[in-house]
């Protein structure tokens, strides 16, 4: 038989991960013990050492080197010694130096120290310091010094040590040398520059632009070592940043503002694009490679150094608010207007320039309030800013902060803030997003097999095929959906919560503010993207709005174009017939003119593109022909550019409506006259009349504007002679509106310059008369001949008549 079967159970693989898990624990331990031994062993032998070279403290000092005599010598010495007669010396001094020898501490006392001598030791003393508190150099002599230098160590234990020097100096020579120690000071002191009041205005002005050169220097060098080696010098940014305290008044303000824009620029260069974490103590205690130091080192000094830069900026704008004056007088009262000026400068640069880098949310709070500042530069710099940072926020992460700020501080005001602040947020990029969300949502799904489908139409290896293909599709069409933009989303859909929260309030809270037109205007920007469970309180709103008669005509366009980009985006499922919007705007388009702002056209245009256009099934007839025909009559009145916008209204309203062509013949059809003075679209008899207002255009002085006259007077046909261009058929009557604007004082298009050919030569002369004129002209032009008049000879013929 074989040898007997070991009862032992052989280790699972489950149990071989448990116990590799326990040694792995265990020699965590045992590492964790060795480094407490090695630690208390260092303790132990640090604390001997302290109390080593306190013992030693009060030694008197030795030489460095010491000679061991021999024993014969020795020998000899005490055979000296004991040969003395003892009768020299007295009997009382004989026990007095007995007693004396009996006390060690005499010996080895420190004379210096004023403690007891038989004091016992301290426990808790600190070595270290009262080692340092013995003095290096002993009292000076005439002749000699002794000077102590660090102790060392051997087995025996800790040996002072001690060196002497032979002091060579001269009373005389020490008081030549104090005499030739003051006579720089008075050197330096006749070399000094004569005082500012003694000083001529051009001498002042000379050592100004002196200094203010050097400091320039000295601000472009710092500057371009930063920016050249960051790793390396970040150290100077510390240098450069101490200039912010220039105290030399001549110059302070100038140089204080070139270093405020010098590190600005600085900054924007050497910033990662990435936020800078502080580390962990994990991260701290762990070894690293060099590399890795050099850079953690790098990024902690930038932030600290970025930190107090934004609180010297701060501190800047603070001061010139509160209208405070510094200790040091280098800045007079009146110049910090400019030094806040260009810290709110930098502010702005940063804020627009480094959205991702740390302390933007702490730049974003000292701005916010700065909008509503009462110095319009101030608060321009700051809208202009905000306006930038919400069309480059791609994600939505610094807008969110932003719009949160924003609403704490016109909460915190009671509504008092300008109109400027809420317009900033027409520039949130909230709407571009949730467009190309609607088009996804629209897109068709690709569908996969399921099952059955599998089995019934492919085989065995085609299954098999096909089942590995639609995971890897799956796969990828989950890594196409990044998690980026779900998280862009989720920041634009909280964003735009707030924006409305602010608008519902000064509805509701604050009507007759004067931030009425800017909510108003916002709520038409993005009313498409508001909840329809507010659209009945809203319209609401707006309806008594209108009925009050307390708006502007650009806020009723505003009213009308919300309630109607609602209508007609996720509000078309109410079942809802807003005709007094309709009574409103038709009866506000005789106001619009060539003397009265042209923005408000634009405004006009979109709510005619949303009324007519979009909800074409909704609109009559007679509705539809009271627009056209009052559109045509205002197209005589206003800019070029508004009328080939309201032209091109009018082309697409005759699409969507193709029997308004009876406003193109002379004969009625129905019965009434059209009432121009009416202000009811419905009741107005539009289609007993005619647009003979296309006959007048048709010699306008805009070739645009003829050439939709023409177009129209003919139908509106899409080809023909009479059809439009491509480039003017596809465009709205928005894009068309911006295109031959005359914002600039240029017209479009350009107006032909005139000719260059030669006129012909006339030949001035009686080439040009006729022989009859030529003979009246020649006879008019010769002088009458010297006669004599005789009155008496006419008299007498005249009674020779009678």
């Known amino acids: 038989m074989g040898p007997p079967r070991s009862k032992k159970r052989r280790p699972t693989f489950r149990r071989l991960l448990k116990t590799s898990g326990v040694k792995l624990e265990n020699k965590l331990k045992n590492r964790q013990l060795k480094q407490q ?173 002196q200094k203010l050169n050097e400091r320039k220097l000295t601000i472009a060098g710092l500057a371009s070592a930063i920016v050249s080696d960051p790793i390396g010098s970040i150290k100077r940014v510390k240098e450069l940043r101490g200039m912010l305290m220039e105290a030399d008044p001549s110059v302070a303000v100038t140089v204080r503002k070139l270093v405020m824009v010098s590190l600005m620029e600085v900054f924007k260069d050497i910033a990662p694009t990435y936020r800078i974490r502080p580390l962990t103590s994990a991260e701290k205690a762990a070894k690293v490679k060099k590399e890795t130091q050099v850079l953690r080192e790098f990024e902690e000094g930038l932030v600290s150094q970025y930190k107090f830069y934004l609180e010297d900026l701060e501190q800047t704008v603070k001061d010139w608010k509160q209208k405070k004056k510094k200790r040091s007088q280098a800045v007079a009262l009146q110049a910090y207007g400019g030094l806040a000026e260009v810290a709110v400068r930098c502010l702005c640069e940063l804020l627009v320039a480094l959205p991702h880098f740390n302390f933007h949310n702490n730049i974003v709070v000292v701005l916010a309030p700065l909008m509503n500042d009462s110095t319009k530069k101030v608060s321009g710099m700051c809208c202009d800013a905000f306006r930038k940072l919400f069309q480059q926020d791609r994600v939505g992460g610094a807008s969110l902060a932003t719009v949160r700020v924003i609403s704490g501080l016109v909460k915190s005001l009671n509504y008092n803030v300008r109109p400027e602040l809420l317009r900033t947020l027409l520039s949130l990029r909230i709407k571009e997003v949730e467009m190309k969300k609607d088009i996804e949502a629209a897109a068709p799904k690709k569908k996969f097999m399921t099952n059955k489908e599998r089995k019934k139409n492919l085989s065995r290896m085609q299954r098999k095929w096909k089942k590995a293909e639609e995971k890897l599709e799956k796969e990828l069409l989950e890594a196409e959906a990044s998690e980026s933009k779900d998280k862009k989303i989720k920041l634009h859909t909280e964003t735009l919560n707030i924006v409305f ?122 509705r539809a022909m009271a627009f056209v025909k009052r559109l045509s009559t205002i197209s005589l009145h206003v800019m070029p550019n508004a009328s080939v916008g309201i032209l091109a209204t009018n082309r697409a309203t005759m699409h969507s409506f193709p029997k308004c062509d009876f406003l193109l013949d002379n004969e009625i059809q129905g019965s009434g006259f059209y009432l121009p003075e009416l202000d009811e679209p419905e009741h107005c008899n539009a289609q007993n009349t005619a647009l003979w207002e296309l006959h007048t255009l048709q010699v306008h002085y805009h070739p645009v504007v003829r050439r939709f006259a023409v177009h129209l007077s003919q139908g509106a046909p899409s080809e023909g002679s009479a059809a439009l261009s491509v480039e003017l058929s596809r465009r709205s009557s928005v894009e068309l509106f911006d295109d031959y604007s005359i914002k600039d004082m240029t017209f479009n298009p350009p107006v032909a310059s005139p000719s260059l050919k030669k006129k012909d030569h006339f030949v001035v002369g009686a080439t040009l008369l006729d022989a009859e004129l030529q003979r009246r002209i020649e006879c008019a032009l010769t002088p009458a001949k010297d006669t004599q008049l005789d009155f008496t000879a006419a008299h007498t013929h005249k009674t020779t008549q009678h």
């Open 37 to 209: 031994n090695v630690a208390k062993k260092q303790r132990k032998e640090q604390k001997r050492l302290r109390q080593a070279v306190k013992g030693a403290a009060g030694d008197t000092p030795r030489p460095l080197e010491t000679y061991r005599k021999r024993p014969e010598e020795e020998e000899e010495e005490e055979e000296f010694l004991e040969s003395l007669p003892t009768d020299m010396m007295e009997q009382e001094d004989l026990q007095q130096m007995t007693a004396m020898a009996r006390q060690a501490s005499f010996i080895t006392r420190d004379l210096s120290s004023c403690g007891p001598v038989h004091g016992g030791r301290k426990r808790k003393s600190d070595v270290a310091r009262s080692y340092e508190k013995v003095p290096r150099k002993m009292a000076r002599t005439e002749e000699k010094e002794v000077i102590h230098l660090l102790p060392i160590k051997d087995k025996t234990g800790v040996i002072p040590q001690s060196v002497e020097r032979v002091v060579e100096k001269q009373p005389e020579e020490e008081e030549q040398g104090e005499e030739q120690e003051e006579e720089p000071d008075d050197v330096d002191t006749e070399a000094e520059p004569p005082s500012c009041q003694e000083m001529t205005p051009a001498q002042r002005e000379r050592l100004r632009n």
């Open 501 to 622: 929260l602010i608008y519902f309030r000064i509805l509701k809270k604050a009507q007759k503010s004067v931030l009425l037109p800017a909510v108003l205007e916002g709520l038409a920007n993005f009313a498409h993207l508001i909840n329809l469970e507010f659209f009945d309180d809203l319209l609401n709103v707006l309806q008594d709005l209108i009925q009050a008669g307390d708006l502007s005509n650009k806020e009723t366009l505003h009213c009308i174009q919300t309630v109607f980009t609602i209508l007609s985006g996720q509000g078309d499922v109410l079942n809802i017939d807003p005709l007094n919007f309709y009574s409103q705007l038709y009866k506000l388009l005789p106001r619009l003119h060539a003397g009265g702002p042209n923005d408000d056209a634009i405004i006009v245009l979109r709510c005619l593109d949303a009324m007519l256009t979009r909800r074409r099934k909704q609109v009559t007839l007679q």
